[in-house]
């Protein structure tokens, strides 16, 4: 089992909220990845990054943001929490050759619900 | 449009039974593909990875083929065990102008019975 931890499991919290969901990541991978997933659906990539001060956006606009300051840390932040951003979080990460190479290890995720 | 398209959304089988899950896809240029597991509320677990190169690649009852002429790729799974029942995923990888893309399937929900 890969050693990538997210926390909270599990949130639901009040419209306009400042959360900050948390991934953890013990492989030393230099590679990390948050993904989101609505019940039922496809993943679709939000945030990436490649190392230490390196973040990207990815496919999907997403009011988050993200930081690395560490190469084990990839925390992702929603300034203020609407009912739109109630979905499934998913942090990754890998190590390898390149971006679309590279087999991704996942975290159990963070089912985010905001009222 | 790059697009990765799974059939069936959904499957029943039982317990002991063979099935097979597919994949067609549009997404060019194609770098590899690759199968995940998900179980319900956890994260997606790779089962196999695929370049254009390669036209079959197994893990254990898993076992997995790529016609990259046709852009379609089938998950195979042999005697299916309860623990198999999961979303099973598609995803493809490729580089283009823009940079690499990974464009995620929406899954076939498979269920094992006894």
């Known amino acids: 089992e890969a050693d990538i931890y997210q926390t909270p499991r599990y949130l639901v919290i009040g419209t306009g909220k400042k959360i900050t969901l948390e991934c953890s990541q013990t492989?030393?991978?230099?590679?990390m990845y948050w993904y989101q997933q609505d019940p039922g659906m496809e993943l679709h990539l939000i945030h990436y990054s490649y190392g230490v001060n390196s973040t990207e956006k990815g496919d999907l606009s997403s009011e988050s943001t993200v930081s690395r300051i560490r190469t084990e840390h990839f925390p992702l932040t929603l300034e203020s929490a609407r009912p739109s951003h109630t979905s499934q979080y998913l942090c990754?990460?890998?190590?390898?050759?390149?971006?679309?190479?590279?087999?991704?290890?996942f975290g159990p995720g963070t089912r985010l619900t905001v009222l | 449009k790059n697009q990765v398209e799974q059939s069936p959304q959904s499957l029943i089988i039982l317990e002991g039974k063979n099935c097979t899950l597919q994949c067609n896809y549009t997404v060019s240029p194609f770098s590899n593909l690759r199968w995940y597991k998900q179980d319900t509320g956890r994260g997606p677990v790779s089962l196999t990875i695929?370049?254009?190169?390669?036209n079959t690649k197994s893990n254990g009852r898993y076992t997995a083929t790529l016609d990259a002429d046709t852009k379609q790729s089938s998950l195979h799974i042999t005697a299916s065990q309860l623990s198999d029942s999961a979303s099973y995923i598609c995803?493809?990888?490729?580089?283009?102008?823009?940079?690499?893309?990974?464009?995620f399937g929406a899954g076939t929900r498979l269920f094992v019975k006894a």
């Open positions: 695929m370049t254009f190169s390669e």
């Open positions: 990754a990460s890998s190590a390898g050759q390149g971006f679309s190479t590279d087999t991704q290890y």
């Open positions: 995803v493809v990888s490729g580089r283009g102008p823009g940079g690499f893309k990974t464009i």
């Open positions: 492989m030393g991978h230099d590679k």
